[in-house]
Nanobody, 119 residues
Framework: QVHLVESGGGLVPPGGSLRLSCAASESLVSIRRMGWYRQAPGNERELVAD???????DYADSVRGRFTISLDRDKNTGYLQMNSLKPEDTAVYYC?????????????WGQGTQVTVSS
């Protein structure tokens, strides 16, 4: 059973930066695509950044120019670099990835990591 393990969340003041990581728990798999989502209390989960299988990156308007998604396929790890953070970026962040193994493939979710932007 493959898991996506997230890390990197925390408390940061406005204007600060964080880098989230999302790593596959198994080495003999490939991450084909990855998306980062967030969910704030009372809100629906929203897509903030996407790295497609064809290597196209896309961002929500609210984070474009501040967040950067990347994927290191050699390490089976994706990243979300978040700069110039704002209080409205506060949410639980989840990664979602299509993971391909030798005999399987499917969509998986990370466990979520809390990002709090506050002074």
């Amino acid at each position: 059973q493959v898991h996506l393990v997230e890390s990197g969340g925390g408390l940061v003041p406005p204007g600060g930066s964080l880098r989230l990581s999302c790593a596959a728990s198994e080495s003999l798999v490939s991450i084909r695509r990855m998306g980062w989502y967030r969910q704030a209390p009372g809100n629906e989960r929203e897509l903030v950044a996407d790295f497609s299988a064809s290597l196209i990156k896309d961002y929500a308007d609210s984070v474009r120019g501040r967040f950067t998604i990347s994927l290191d396929r050699d390490k089976n790890t994706g990243y979300l670099q978040m700069n110039s953070l704002k209080p409205e970026d506060t949410a639980v962040y989840y990664c979602n990835a299509y993971v391909q193994g030798r005999t399987f493939g499917g969509d998986y979710w990370g466990q979520g990591t809390q990002v709090t932007v506050s002074s």
